[in-house]
Protein backbone atom coordinates (compact mmCIF):
# COMPACT_ATOMS: atom_id res chain seq x y z
CA UNK A 1 0.00 0.00 0.00
CA UNK A 2 1.03 3.57 -0.88
CA UNK A 3 2.01 5.87 2.38
CA UNK A 4 1.53 9.47 1.82
CA UNK A 5 4.24 11.38 3.28
CA UNK A 6 2.92 14.47 4.73
CA UNK A 7 3.93 17.69 7.23
CA UNK A 8 0.23 18.04 8.20
CA UNK A 9 -2.98 15.92 7.69
CA UNK A 10 -6.03 17.63 8.38
CA UNK A 11 -9.40 15.85 9.09
CA UNK A 12 -12.42 17.23 8.44
CA UNK A 13 -13.09 20.24 5.72
CA UNK A 14 -15.61 21.86 7.95
CA UNK A 15 -15.14 25.61 9.45
CA UNK A 16 -12.17 24.74 11.29
CA UNK A 17 -10.29 21.82 9.12
CA UNK A 18 -10.39 24.63 5.95
CA UNK A 19 -8.80 27.28 8.28
CA UNK A 20 -5.92 25.33 9.42
CA UNK A 21 -5.66 23.87 6.08
CA UNK A 22 -5.23 26.72 4.30
CA UNK A 23 -2.95 28.45 7.01
CA UNK A 24 -0.52 26.19 6.89
CA UNK A 25 -0.66 25.32 3.26
CA UNK A 26 -0.32 29.36 2.48
CA UNK A 27 2.70 29.48 5.22
CA UNK A 28 4.73 26.76 3.39
CA UNK A 29 3.64 23.55 5.17
CA UNK A 30 2.75 20.29 2.98
CA UNK A 31 -1.01 19.65 3.93
CA UNK A 32 -3.48 16.52 3.21
CA UNK A 33 -7.49 16.98 3.85
CA UNK A 34 -9.51 15.05 4.08
CA UNK A 35 -13.33 15.50 3.78
CA UNK A 36 -15.99 12.26 3.41
CA UNK A 37 -18.54 14.66 3.47
CA UNK A 38 -19.33 17.96 1.70
CA UNK A 39 -16.95 20.93 1.79
CA UNK A 40 -17.68 23.43 4.16
CA UNK A 41 -18.52 21.04 6.77
CA UNK A 42 -21.91 22.16 8.81
CA UNK A 43 -21.70 25.91 9.04
CA UNK A 44 -21.73 26.03 5.13
CA UNK A 45 -24.19 23.45 4.05
CA UNK A 46 -26.71 22.85 7.29
CA UNK A 47 -25.90 25.42 9.87
CA UNK A 48 -24.65 29.01 10.05
CA UNK A 49 -25.39 29.74 6.29
CA UNK A 50 -28.88 28.48 5.59
CA UNK A 51 -30.50 29.07 9.04
CA UNK A 52 -28.94 33.00 8.32
CA UNK A 53 -30.05 33.14 4.97
CA UNK A 54 -33.74 31.68 6.11
CA UNK A 55 -33.74 34.51 8.91
CA UNK A 56 -33.35 37.50 6.47
CA UNK A 57 -36.20 36.01 4.57
CA UNK A 58 -38.03 35.90 7.69
CA UNK A 59 -36.68 39.00 8.38
CA UNK A 60 -38.13 40.88 5.15
CA UNK A 61 -41.76 39.08 5.62
CA UNK A 62 -41.95 40.34 9.39
CA UNK A 63 -41.24 44.34 8.29
CA UNK A 64 -43.56 43.75 5.92
CA UNK A 65 -46.35 44.19 8.81
CA UNK A 66 -44.31 46.45 10.93
CA UNK A 67 -45.02 49.89 8.79
CA UNK A 68 -48.04 50.96 11.08
CA UNK A 69 -45.83 53.34 13.35
CA UNK A 70 -43.76 54.53 10.59
CA UNK A 71 -47.22 55.80 8.64
CA UNK A 72 -46.84 52.60 6.19
CA UNK A 73 -49.67 50.70 5.60
CA UNK A 74 -48.51 47.23 7.26
CA UNK A 75 -48.78 44.22 4.44
CA UNK A 76 -49.69 40.92 5.15
CA UNK A 77 -46.74 38.84 3.31
CA UNK A 78 -47.47 36.31 0.91
CA UNK A 79 -44.44 34.14 1.64
CA UNK A 80 -43.77 31.36 -1.33
CA UNK A 81 -41.79 28.93 0.97
CA UNK A 82 -39.93 26.96 -2.20
CA UNK A 83 -38.93 30.25 -3.57
CA UNK A 84 -37.51 31.25 0.59
CA UNK A 85 -35.39 27.54 0.42
CA UNK A 86 -34.52 28.59 -2.98
CA UNK A 87 -32.95 31.84 -1.52
CA UNK A 88 -31.38 29.58 0.97
CA UNK A 89 -29.40 27.22 -1.84
CA UNK A 90 -28.45 29.80 -3.98
CA UNK A 91 -26.72 31.32 -0.62
CA UNK A 92 -25.13 28.60 0.20
CA UNK A 93 -24.23 27.98 -3.72
CA UNK A 94 -22.67 31.73 -3.87
CA UNK A 95 -20.56 30.93 -0.88
CA UNK A 96 -19.56 27.56 -1.89
CA UNK A 97 -16.83 28.32 -3.96
CA UNK A 98 -14.88 29.72 -0.73
CA UNK A 99 -14.68 26.46 0.68
CA UNK A 100 -14.46 24.07 -2.57
CA UNK A 101 -12.00 21.77 -3.44
CA UNK A 102 -10.58 23.71 -6.58
CA UNK A 103 -9.92 26.87 -4.23
CA UNK A 104 -8.21 24.52 -1.75
CA UNK A 105 -6.23 22.33 -4.22
CA UNK A 106 -5.14 25.85 -5.39
CA UNK A 107 -3.21 26.64 -2.43
CA UNK A 108 -1.28 22.96 -2.96
CA UNK A 109 -3.03 21.16 -0.82
CA UNK A 110 -3.69 17.68 -1.12
CA UNK A 111 -7.63 17.12 -0.94
CA UNK A 112 -8.96 12.75 -0.29
CA UNK A 113 -12.32 12.62 -0.41
CA UNK A 114 -12.70 9.49 2.14
CA UNK A 115 -13.89 8.84 5.85
CA UNK A 116 -10.79 9.38 7.60
CA UNK A 117 -9.56 6.58 10.41
CA UNK A 118 -6.47 6.40 12.56
CA UNK A 119 -4.77 2.75 11.91
CA UNK A 120 -1.58 3.81 14.21
CA UNK A 121 -0.65 6.98 16.55
CA UNK A 122 0.87 8.30 13.57
CA UNK A 123 -1.18 7.09 10.28
CA UNK A 124 -4.23 6.88 8.63
CA UNK A 125 -6.63 5.30 6.27
CA UNK A 126 -8.33 7.63 3.94
CA UNK A 127 -10.39 5.40 1.28
CA UNK A 128 -7.60 2.62 1.08
CA UNK A 129 -4.66 5.64 1.27
CA UNK A 130 -2.23 5.55 3.59
CA UNK A 131 -0.89 9.24 5.10
CA UNK A 132 2.00 9.34 7.81
CA UNK A 133 2.19 12.83 9.17
CA UNK A 134 4.42 14.55 11.48
CA UNK A 135 1.47 16.64 12.43
CA UNK A 136 -2.78 15.85 12.68
CA UNK A 137 -5.28 18.16 13.35
CA UNK A 138 -8.99 16.43 14.07
CA UNK A 139 -11.50 18.74 12.95
CA UNK A 140 -14.43 16.23 12.71
CA UNK A 141 -17.28 18.49 14.05
CA UNK A 142 -20.47 17.32 15.58
CA UNK A 143 -24.02 16.28 14.65
CA UNK A 144 -27.29 16.72 16.04
CA UNK A 145 -28.06 14.67 19.23
CA UNK A 146 -31.22 13.08 18.88
CA UNK A 147 -32.79 12.48 22.62
CA UNK A 148 -33.82 8.91 22.84
CA UNK A 149 -37.53 10.17 23.18
CA UNK A 150 -39.89 6.79 23.00
CA UNK A 151 -41.72 7.13 19.34
CA UNK A 152 -39.36 9.13 17.83
CA UNK A 153 -37.74 7.31 15.29
CA UNK A 154 -41.02 6.31 13.82
CA UNK A 155 -41.80 10.08 12.92
CA UNK A 156 -39.99 12.19 10.06
CA UNK A 157 -38.33 14.39 11.99
CA UNK A 158 -36.31 16.75 10.94
CA UNK A 159 -33.09 17.91 12.31
CA UNK A 160 -30.38 21.14 10.93
CA UNK A 161 -29.53 18.73 8.04
CA UNK A 162 -32.80 17.82 6.70
CA UNK A 163 -34.53 21.08 7.56
CA UNK A 164 -33.40 23.06 4.13
CA UNK A 165 -34.95 20.28 1.90
CA UNK A 166 -38.53 21.28 2.94
CA UNK A 167 -40.81 22.84 0.33
CA UNK A 168 -43.73 23.17 1.89
CA UNK A 169 -44.20 26.00 4.81
CA UNK A 170 -45.21 23.79 7.93
CA UNK A 171 -48.30 24.43 9.06
CA UNK A 172 -47.48 24.05 12.77
CA UNK A 173 -43.89 23.62 13.66
CA UNK A 174 -42.86 21.88 16.67
CA UNK A 175 -39.53 22.00 18.28
CA UNK A 176 -37.80 20.18 20.51
CA UNK A 177 -35.23 22.25 22.13
CA UNK A 178 -35.04 25.82 23.01
CA UNK A 179 -31.47 26.69 22.51
CA UNK A 180 -30.29 29.16 19.69
CA UNK A 181 -30.82 26.58 17.13
CA UNK A 182 -34.61 26.25 18.12
CA UNK A 183 -35.38 29.37 18.68
CA UNK A 184 -33.51 30.97 15.67
CA UNK A 185 -35.53 28.25 13.19
CA UNK A 186 -38.92 28.66 15.35
CA UNK A 187 -38.75 32.48 14.98
CA UNK A 188 -38.02 32.50 11.65
CA UNK A 189 -40.90 30.23 10.60
CA UNK A 190 -43.48 32.16 13.25
CA UNK A 191 -42.35 35.22 10.41
CA UNK A 192 -43.16 33.67 7.61
CA UNK A 193 -46.38 32.05 8.69
CA UNK A 194 -46.22 28.75 10.97
CA UNK A 195 -47.51 28.30 13.97
CA UNK A 196 -44.52 27.22 16.23
CA UNK A 197 -44.17 25.53 19.59
CA UNK A 198 -41.09 25.05 21.37
CA UNK A 199 -40.50 21.91 24.10
CA UNK A 200 -37.91 23.09 26.13
CA UNK A 201 -37.04 20.54 29.40
CA UNK A 202 -34.88 23.33 31.17
CA UNK A 203 -34.99 27.06 30.71
CA UNK A 204 -34.80 28.58 27.08
CA UNK A 205 -31.37 30.32 25.83
CA UNK A 206 -30.45 28.53 29.90
CA UNK A 207 -26.85 29.09 28.77
CA UNK A 208 -27.31 33.26 28.21
CA UNK A 209 -27.47 35.59 31.42
CA UNK A 210 -31.86 35.21 32.18
CA UNK A 211 -31.88 38.95 32.61
CA UNK A 212 -31.02 39.27 28.71
CA UNK A 213 -32.34 35.99 28.08
CA UNK A 214 -35.92 37.39 29.27
CA UNK A 215 -35.71 40.21 26.75
CA UNK A 216 -35.55 37.86 23.38
CA UNK A 217 -38.07 35.74 24.76
CA UNK A 218 -40.60 38.33 25.67
CA UNK A 219 -40.40 39.39 21.44
CA UNK A 220 -40.36 35.50 20.84
CA UNK A 221 -43.58 35.52 23.11
CA UNK A 222 -45.11 38.34 21.39
CA UNK A 223 -44.75 37.77 17.65
CA UNK A 224 -47.01 34.08 18.56
CA UNK A 225 -44.19 31.80 19.48
CA UNK A 226 -45.38 29.72 21.96
CA UNK A 227 -42.67 28.42 24.44
CA UNK A 228 -42.80 25.87 26.75
CA UNK A 229 -40.60 25.62 29.28
CA UNK A 230 -39.61 22.78 31.90
CA UNK A 231 -41.34 20.45 29.84
CA UNK A 232 -40.50 16.95 29.31
CA UNK A 233 -41.37 15.00 25.82
CA UNK A 234 -42.68 12.05 27.45
CA UNK A 235 -43.53 10.53 23.76
CA UNK A 236 -43.54 11.16 20.31
CA UNK A 237 -46.60 9.32 17.95
CA UNK A 238 -47.12 10.00 14.20
CA UNK A 239 -49.46 12.58 13.10
CA UNK A 240 -47.42 13.81 14.25
CA UNK A 241 -48.36 13.92 17.77
CA UNK A 242 -45.85 14.98 21.08
CA UNK A 243 -46.59 14.09 25.24
CA UNK A 244 -45.20 17.80 26.12
CA UNK A 245 -45.84 17.65 30.34
CA UNK A 246 -49.99 17.43 30.49
CA UNK A 247 -50.74 18.42 27.20
CA UNK A 248 -50.39 16.25 23.79
CA UNK A 249 -49.17 18.82 20.93
CA UNK A 250 -50.36 18.39 17.19
CA UNK A 251 -48.12 19.25 14.61
CA UNK A 252 -47.38 19.16 10.94
CA UNK A 253 -43.86 19.06 11.14
CA UNK A 254 -40.96 18.21 14.16
CA UNK A 255 -37.71 19.94 14.20
CA UNK A 256 -35.17 18.57 16.80
CA UNK A 257 -32.53 20.36 18.42
CA UNK A 258 -31.50 19.73 21.45
CA UNK A 259 -27.86 19.79 21.34
CA UNK A 260 -25.25 18.54 19.42
CA UNK A 261 -22.73 15.59 19.82
CA UNK A 262 -19.46 14.94 18.60
CA UNK A 263 -18.11 13.03 15.36
CA UNK A 264 -15.41 10.71 16.89
CA UNK A 265 -17.38 7.44 15.69
CA UNK A 266 -15.61 5.11 13.62
CA UNK A 267 -12.48 7.49 13.65
CA UNK A 268 -10.01 5.00 15.64
CA UNK A 269 -9.02 7.56 18.61
CA UNK A 270 -7.94 4.83 20.96
CA UNK A 271 -5.66 3.50 18.40
CA UNK A 272 -3.78 6.62 18.33
CA UNK A 273 -4.10 7.12 21.92
CA UNK A 274 -6.18 9.77 21.64
CA UNK A 275 -8.56 9.97 24.62
CA UNK A 276 -12.32 10.97 24.42
CA UNK A 277 -14.89 12.58 26.70
CA UNK A 278 -19.07 12.96 26.29
CA UNK A 279 -18.00 16.44 25.04
CA UNK A 280 -15.93 15.55 22.47
CA UNK A 281 -11.83 15.49 22.27
CA UNK A 282 -10.07 16.06 25.37
CA UNK A 283 -7.63 19.03 24.57
CA UNK A 284 -5.51 20.43 26.66
CA UNK A 285 -5.22 24.74 26.85
CA UNK A 286 -2.77 24.11 23.47
CA UNK A 287 -5.75 22.29 21.69
CA UNK A 288 -3.34 19.06 21.80
CA UNK A 289 -4.52 15.68 22.59
CA UNK A 290 -3.06 13.02 24.74
CA UNK A 291 -1.10 12.20 21.57
CA UNK A 292 1.13 15.58 21.27
CA UNK A 293 1.05 15.00 17.42
CA UNK A 294 -2.53 15.41 17.42
CA UNK A 295 -4.25 18.19 17.94
CA UNK A 296 -8.07 18.70 17.97
CA UNK A 297 -9.96 21.65 16.42
CA UNK A 298 -13.44 23.68 16.17
CA UNK A 299 -16.53 21.80 17.54
CA UNK A 300 -14.95 18.37 18.18
CA UNK A 301 -12.38 20.31 20.54
CA UNK A 302 -16.17 21.89 22.31
CA UNK A 303 -15.67 25.21 20.33
CA UNK A 304 -19.37 25.75 19.03
CA UNK A 305 -18.99 28.49 16.81
CA UNK A 306 -17.31 29.10 13.46
CA UNK A 307 -15.32 32.03 14.75
CA UNK A 308 -13.96 29.41 17.45
CA UNK A 309 -13.00 26.89 14.54
CA UNK A 310 -11.07 29.78 13.48
CA UNK A 311 -9.31 31.22 16.16
CA UNK A 312 -8.41 27.71 17.15
CA UNK A 313 -7.08 27.35 13.54
CA UNK A 314 -4.99 30.11 13.98
CA UNK A 315 -3.58 29.21 17.21
CA UNK A 316 -2.58 25.53 15.86
CA UNK A 317 -1.13 27.18 12.55
CA UNK A 318 1.37 28.66 15.34
CA UNK A 319 1.72 25.56 17.53
CA UNK A 320 2.34 22.26 14.68
CA UNK A 321 4.36 24.65 12.19
CA UNK A 322 6.34 26.95 14.19
CA UNK A 323 6.90 25.21 17.87
CA UNK A 324 5.11 28.72 19.23
CA UNK A 325 3.73 28.45 22.49
CA UNK A 326 -0.23 29.04 21.85
CA UNK A 327 -2.76 29.00 24.47
CA UNK A 328 -6.28 29.33 23.51
CA UNK A 329 -8.16 32.37 25.93
CA UNK A 330 -12.01 31.08 25.67
CA UNK A 331 -12.33 34.54 27.98
CA UNK A 332 -12.21 36.72 24.94
CA UNK A 333 -14.29 34.74 22.60
CA UNK A 334 -17.56 36.32 21.58
CA UNK A 335 -21.28 34.70 20.67
CA UNK A 336 -24.12 35.90 19.33
CA UNK A 337 -27.68 34.02 19.27
CA UNK A 338 -29.45 36.11 15.55
CA UNK A 339 -33.16 35.85 16.91
CA UNK A 340 -34.52 39.24 16.84
CA UNK A 341 -33.39 40.91 19.03
CA UNK A 342 -30.27 39.54 18.76
CA UNK A 343 -28.53 37.96 22.51
CA UNK A 344 -24.64 38.24 22.32
CA UNK A 345 -22.11 37.66 24.88
CA UNK A 346 -18.13 38.51 25.49
CA UNK A 347 -16.52 37.47 28.23
CA UNK A 348 -18.21 36.10 31.93
CA UNK A 349 -22.11 36.75 32.21
CA UNK A 350 -23.11 38.57 35.44
CA UNK A 351 -23.55 35.48 37.61
CA UNK A 352 -19.92 33.95 36.21
CA UNK A 353 -18.40 37.50 37.22
CA UNK A 354 -19.62 37.16 40.72
CA UNK A 355 -18.72 33.73 41.19
CA UNK A 356 -15.43 34.65 40.01
CA UNK A 357 -15.04 38.18 41.40
CA UNK A 358 -17.00 38.91 44.61
CA UNK A 359 -17.41 42.19 45.89
CA UNK A 360 -14.85 43.50 43.45
CA UNK A 361 -17.30 43.23 40.86
CA UNK A 362 -18.79 46.25 39.36
CA UNK A 363 -21.98 45.98 36.90
CA UNK A 364 -23.59 48.83 35.22
CA UNK A 365 -26.65 48.74 33.14
CA UNK A 366 -27.88 51.08 29.84
CA UNK A 367 -31.38 50.37 27.83
CA UNK A 368 -31.51 50.96 24.24
CA UNK A 369 -33.94 53.42 24.61
CA UNK A 370 -31.12 55.59 25.90
CA UNK A 371 -29.84 55.54 21.83
CA UNK A 372 -31.32 58.33 19.50
CA UNK A 373 -30.87 55.94 16.18
CA UNK A 374 -32.35 53.54 18.27
CA UNK A 375 -35.30 55.48 18.98
CA UNK A 376 -35.36 56.86 15.65
CA UNK A 377 -35.96 53.04 14.22
CA UNK A 378 -38.36 52.17 17.12
CA UNK A 379 -35.71 49.57 17.96
CA UNK A 380 -35.57 50.24 21.57
CA UNK A 381 -36.37 47.06 23.12
CA UNK A 382 -33.14 45.88 24.43
CA UNK A 383 -30.15 46.20 27.07
CA UNK A 384 -26.37 46.26 27.34
CA UNK A 385 -24.96 45.16 30.87
CA UNK A 386 -21.13 45.46 31.59
CA UNK A 387 -19.00 43.85 34.09
CA UNK A 388 -15.90 45.34 35.47
CA UNK A 389 -13.17 44.77 37.82
CA UNK A 390 -11.04 47.41 38.64
CA UNK A 391 -11.53 49.59 35.85
CA UNK A 392 -11.09 46.71 33.19
CA UNK A 393 -14.32 45.14 31.23
CA UNK A 394 -14.92 41.07 32.20
CA UNK A 395 -17.49 40.58 30.27
CA UNK A 396 -20.29 42.46 28.24
CA UNK A 397 -23.80 41.20 27.98
CA UNK A 398 -26.03 42.59 25.19
CA UNK A 399 -30.01 41.94 23.67
CA UNK A 400 -31.25 44.31 20.93
CA UNK A 401 -30.90 44.90 17.85
CA UNK A 402 -27.27 44.33 16.16
CA UNK A 403 -26.10 42.84 19.46
CA UNK A 404 -24.11 40.62 17.15
CA UNK A 405 -22.47 43.86 15.74
CA UNK A 406 -22.27 45.72 18.76
CA UNK A 407 -20.24 42.77 20.68
CA UNK A 408 -17.44 42.90 18.43
CA UNK A 409 -16.21 46.39 19.85
CA UNK A 410 -15.87 44.64 23.21
CA UNK A 411 -14.57 41.36 22.12
CA UNK A 412 -11.58 43.49 20.89
CA UNK A 413 -11.68 45.21 24.29
CA UNK A 414 -11.45 41.69 25.96
CA UNK A 415 -8.95 40.50 23.54
CA UNK A 416 -6.41 43.46 23.47
CA UNK A 417 -7.21 44.18 27.61
CA UNK A 418 -8.39 47.61 26.77
CA UNK A 419 -9.22 49.77 30.20
CA UNK A 420 -12.57 51.17 29.65
CA UNK A 421 -11.15 54.87 29.24
CA UNK A 422 -10.02 53.89 25.74
CA UNK A 423 -13.68 53.13 24.14
CA UNK A 424 -15.40 56.18 26.59
CA UNK A 425 -12.53 58.25 24.57
CA UNK A 426 -13.54 56.91 21.56
CA UNK A 427 -15.28 59.23 19.26
CA UNK A 428 -18.25 57.41 17.09
CA UNK A 429 -20.23 58.28 14.54
CA UNK A 430 -23.69 60.29 15.52
CA UNK A 431 -26.42 58.64 15.60
CA UNK A 432 -25.43 55.07 15.36
CA UNK A 433 -26.29 52.30 17.50
CA UNK A 434 -22.45 51.66 17.89
CA UNK A 435 -22.36 54.71 20.20
CA UNK A 436 -24.43 52.86 23.23
CA UNK A 437 -20.70 50.75 23.23
CA UNK A 438 -19.10 54.08 24.51
CA UNK A 439 -22.28 55.40 26.81
CA UNK A 440 -21.80 51.81 28.67
CA UNK A 441 -18.06 52.41 28.80
CA UNK A 442 -19.08 56.17 29.79
CA UNK A 443 -21.10 54.89 32.83
CA UNK A 444 -18.59 53.66 34.47
CA UNK A 445 -17.11 56.98 34.80
CA UNK A 446 -20.43 58.87 35.38
CA UNK A 447 -20.45 58.73 39.12
CA UNK A 448 -16.55 58.69 39.52
CA UNK A 449 -17.21 62.12 37.56
CA UNK A 450 -20.42 64.12 37.79
CA UNK A 451 -22.12 62.81 41.44
CA UNK A 452 -18.43 62.70 42.81
CA UNK A 453 -18.17 65.82 45.49
CA UNK A 454 -13.91 65.79 45.29
CA UNK A 455 -13.98 66.69 41.84
CA UNK A 456 -17.35 68.98 42.37
CA UNK A 457 -14.60 70.75 44.91
CA UNK A 458 -11.13 70.62 42.49
CA UNK A 459 -13.21 72.06 39.78
CA UNK A 460 -14.40 75.02 42.52
CA UNK A 461 -10.86 75.61 43.46
CA UNK A 462 -9.34 75.59 39.70
CA UNK A 463 -12.34 77.76 38.66
CA UNK A 464 -11.68 80.64 41.03
CA UNK A 465 -7.61 80.54 40.37
CA UNK A 466 -7.85 80.66 36.72
CA UNK A 467 -7.35 84.00 35.10
C1 LIG B 1 -28.32 25.33 12.55
C2 LIG B 1 -26.96 25.83 12.99
C3 LIG B 1 -26.71 27.19 12.97
C4 LIG B 1 -25.46 27.66 13.34
N1 LIG B 1 -25.25 29.01 13.33
C5 LIG B 1 -24.05 29.50 13.68
C6 LIG B 1 -23.79 30.88 13.62
O1 LIG B 1 -24.64 31.68 13.25
N2 LIG B 1 -22.57 31.34 13.99
C7 LIG B 1 -21.57 30.47 14.40
O2 LIG B 1 -20.48 30.92 14.71
N3 LIG B 1 -21.80 29.14 14.47
C8 LIG B 1 -23.00 28.65 14.12
N4 LIG B 1 -23.22 27.29 14.15
C9 LIG B 1 -22.13 26.41 14.61
C10 LIG B 1 -21.15 26.13 13.47
O3 LIG B 1 -21.84 25.62 12.35
C11 LIG B 1 -20.10 25.13 13.94
O4 LIG B 1 -19.49 25.62 15.12
C12 LIG B 1 -19.03 24.91 12.91
O5 LIG B 1 -19.57 24.41 11.72
C13 LIG B 1 -17.97 23.92 13.43
O6 LIG B 1 -17.01 23.70 12.45
P1 LIG B 1 -16.12 22.37 12.49
O7 LIG B 1 -15.14 22.53 11.37
O8 LIG B 1 -15.61 22.14 13.85
O9 LIG B 1 -17.12 21.19 12.18
P2 LIG B 1 -18.02 20.86 10.90
O10 LIG B 1 -18.44 22.09 10.20
O11 LIG B 1 -19.07 19.93 11.40
O12 LIG B 1 -17.03 20.07 9.92
C14 LIG B 1 -16.55 18.79 10.22
C15 LIG B 1 -16.30 18.06 8.91
O13 LIG B 1 -15.61 16.85 9.20
C16 LIG B 1 -16.09 15.83 8.34
N5 LIG B 1 -15.80 14.54 8.96
C17 LIG B 1 -16.32 14.03 10.10
N6 LIG B 1 -15.77 12.83 10.37
C18 LIG B 1 -14.88 12.57 9.38
C19 LIG B 1 -14.00 11.48 9.09
N7 LIG B 1 -13.90 10.43 9.90
N8 LIG B 1 -13.26 11.55 7.96
C20 LIG B 1 -13.34 12.62 7.13
N9 LIG B 1 -14.15 13.68 7.36
C21 LIG B 1 -14.89 13.66 8.47
C22 LIG B 1 -17.58 16.14 8.23
O14 LIG B 1 -18.13 15.55 7.06
C23 LIG B 1 -17.58 17.67 8.18
O15 LIG B 1 -17.55 18.16 6.86
C24 LIG B 1 -24.45 26.78 13.76
C25 LIG B 1 -24.69 25.40 13.77
C26 LIG B 1 -25.92 24.93 13.38
C27 LIG B 1 -26.16 23.45 13.38
N1 LIG C 1 -26.03 31.94 16.44
C1 LIG C 1 -25.13 30.99 16.61
O1 LIG C 1 -23.94 31.24 16.72
C2 LIG C 1 -25.57 29.58 16.65
C3 LIG C 1 -26.80 29.23 16.17
C4 LIG C 1 -27.18 27.90 16.25
C5 LIG C 1 -26.32 26.98 16.81
N2 LIG C 1 -25.11 27.37 17.27
C6 LIG C 1 -24.20 26.38 17.90
O2 LIG C 1 -24.78 25.13 17.87
C7 LIG C 1 -24.92 24.64 19.20
C8 LIG C 1 -26.10 23.74 19.29
O3 LIG C 1 -27.30 24.45 19.30
P1 LIG C 1 -28.61 23.79 19.92
O4 LIG C 1 -29.61 24.87 20.05
O5 LIG C 1 -28.99 22.53 19.21
O6 LIG C 1 -28.08 23.21 21.30
P2 LIG C 1 -28.08 23.70 22.80
O7 LIG C 1 -27.41 22.61 23.54
O8 LIG C 1 -27.57 25.07 22.95
O9 LIG C 1 -29.65 23.74 23.16
C9 LIG C 1 -30.42 22.57 23.15
C10 LIG C 1 -31.60 22.74 24.09
O10 LIG C 1 -32.40 21.58 23.97
C11 LIG C 1 -32.88 21.23 25.24
N3 LIG C 1 -33.20 19.79 25.23
C12 LIG C 1 -32.34 18.73 25.12
N4 LIG C 1 -33.04 17.58 25.12
C13 LIG C 1 -34.35 17.91 25.21
C14 LIG C 1 -35.55 17.15 25.25
N5 LIG C 1 -35.54 15.82 25.21
N6 LIG C 1 -36.72 17.81 25.37
C15 LIG C 1 -36.74 19.17 25.42
N7 LIG C 1 -35.63 19.93 25.40
C16 LIG C 1 -34.46 19.32 25.29
C17 LIG C 1 -31.74 21.57 26.19
O11 LIG C 1 -32.22 21.78 27.50
C18 LIG C 1 -31.19 22.86 25.54
O12 LIG C 1 -31.78 24.02 26.10
C19 LIG C 1 -25.00 25.91 20.04
O13 LIG C 1 -24.69 25.70 21.39
C20 LIG C 1 -23.97 26.74 19.36
O14 LIG C 1 -22.70 26.31 19.78
C21 LIG C 1 -24.72 28.64 17.19
Redesign the pocket.
Known amino acids: MQTLKTDLCV ?8 SVAAGAAQMGASVVL ?15 V ?3 ALIAAAHRAHEMTQGAPFGIAPEVPRVDYAAVMDHVAETIARIAPMDSQQRFEGFGINVIR ?4 FVSPREID ?1 GGTRIAARRFVV ?6 MVPPIPGLADVPYLT ?1 ESLWSLRQRPEHLLVIGGG ?2 GL ?2 AQAHRRLGSAVTVIEAGRALGREDPEMAAIVLERLHAEGVRILENTTVGAVRPGIQVQAGDETLHGSHLLV ?1 AG ?1 KP ?1 TD ?2 GLDVAGVETSPYGVQVDGGLRTTNRRIYA ?5 G ?7 GYHAGLVVRSALFALPAKARPQILP ?2 T ?1 TAPELAQVGLTEAEALAKHGDRLEVYRLPHDHNDRAVAQRATQGLLKLMVVRGRPVGVSIAGAQAGELIGTWALALSAGLKLGALAGAVMPYPTVGELNKRLAGTYFTPRLFENETVKKVTGLVQRWLP
Open positions: IGAGSAGLVEKGEMGGDCLNHGCPSKAHARAATGSSPNPIEMARNGLIGDIAGGFTHVARAY
